[in-house]
T-cell receptor
């Protein structure tokens, strides 16, 4: 079955440093979504990318979908303590009704 | 705005006991999902329902059953709980057809002793 891996599993940065998490799928994805889960909370949708090579920005967050539609990245510029949490990518292996989540990257930000 | 509501939020069971996790959404969404989350494992799909009247297995369906009672409600049943089912369970829903944002409930933390 489809596997979606994320690296790194964990990253600890100081506030103001940049952060990037990478997502790799074993199969081609029709689209990819990113979610953020705060400690003790539930996943919250951030964004969806559909086109090959697509790049989208949300303030300090930049999302990219690979040309082959098998990988994606999330980059945060100048992290803040509010960025703390686990970031998940997710994509449908075939039928668009079903999402497979990546293993997640936990981000810790300290002052 | 309730969104996706899960009950109970916490439950402790003994091995072999049964229980049902309830999920309801008030957004008129077609698709509903049950995921479990374990440390270091991300979110794994247990079952999903693409529309009212249909259910399908996800990655880890063994030991679980589901019922899509109506468009609003999607329940998850553990017939004979095992310690390996200790986890946090999330219900989610999605509107429309095809790709789209998942809305998650707050989660149900289940411990099986």
């Amino acid at each position: 079955g489809q596997q979606v891996m994320q690296i790194p599993q964990y990253q600890h940065v100081q506030e103001g440093e940049d952060f990037t998490t990478y997502c790799n799928s074993s199969t081609t994805l029709s689209n990819i979504q990113w979610y953020k889960q705060r400690p003790g909370g539930h996943p919250v949708f951030l964004i969806q990318l559909v086109k090959s090579g697509e790049v989208k920005k949300q303030k300090r967050l930049t999302f990219q979908f690979g040309e082959a539609k098998k990988n994606s990245s999330l980059h945060i510029t100048a992290t803040q303590t509010t960025d703390v949490g686990t970031y998940f990518c997710a994509g449908p292996p075939g039928t668009a009704s079903k999402l497979t989540f990546g293993t997640g990257t936990r981000l810790q930000v300290t002052l | 705005n309730a969104g996706v509501t899960q009950t109970p939020k916490f439950q402790v069971l003994k091995t072999g006991q049964s229980m049902t996790l309830q999920c309801a959404q008030d957004m008129n969404h077609n698709s509903m999902y049950w995921y479990r989350q374990d440390p270091g494992m991300g979110l794994r799909l247990i079952y999903y329902s693409a529309s009212e009247g249909t259910t399908d297995k996800g990655e880890v369906p063994n030991g679980y059953n589901v019922s899509r009672l109506n468009k609003r409600e999607f329940s998850l049943r553990l017939e004979s709980a095992a310690p390996s089912q200790t986890s946090v369970y999330f219900c989610a829903s999605k509107g429309g057809w095809g790709a789209g944002e998942l809305f998650f409930g707050e989660g149900s933390r289940l411990t099986v002793l």
